[in-house]
């Protein structure tokens, strides 16, 4: 398995490089219900591994964990989460979120999720999100 690339944050911590994917069709998101911590309702997401840019790790990991296709993405936010922890016990997260457009038929990865399905607004907002999901969100104005 590949590490997940290692920087410093602005405070001098240990940080991980992650993607995010927004992935909408019509008015509806598609979101998974994570396997692993953090727990809750989430889009796809991954760390940038070691030796990978984060385009690279965004089209690897939609596919793995969706079986989608990026065609096009761009980038919404980049951002510095110092409140944003992962199971490998790192706290600082540099995070790079895209709204992709996909081709394919979704499938779900059984061993990173419970299920995965489209949502609306109304939907989401009833959700249990996951806590950097419900920022992204927020920042969107979705919820
Ligand atoms: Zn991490």
């Known amino acids: 398995m ?10 001098k911590r240990d940080m991980h490089y992650s993607i995010g994917a ?10 998974i219900d994570r396997a692993y ?6 889009g796809i997401a991954d760390h940038i591994d ?15 964990e969706s079986n989608l296709t990026v065609k096009d993405y761009k980038l919404l936010f980049e951002e510095e989460l110092n409140w944003n922890f992962c199971s490998k ?17 979704p499938k779900r990865n059984e061993r990173e999720t419970k299920s995965m399905n489209w949502y609306t607004k109304e939907q ?4 249990k999100i996951e806590p950097v999901w419900g920022y992204w969100f927020k920042k969107l104005k979705l919820i």
């Open 2 to 11: 590949p590490e997940p690339k290692l920087g410093k944050s602005k405070d």
């Open 22 to 31: 927004l992935i909408k069709k019509d008015s509806t998101y598609l979101l």
């Open 37 to 42: 911590p953090p727990y809750g309702f989430a």
């Open 50 to 64: 070691e030796g990978e840019n984060k385009f690279k790790a965004l089209i690897r990991e939609v596919k793995e």
């Open 89 to 105: 016990g790192i706290r600082v997260h540099h995070w790079y979120l895209f709204e992709c457009e996909i081709s394919g038929i």
């Open 124 to 127: 989401i907002k009833k959700l």
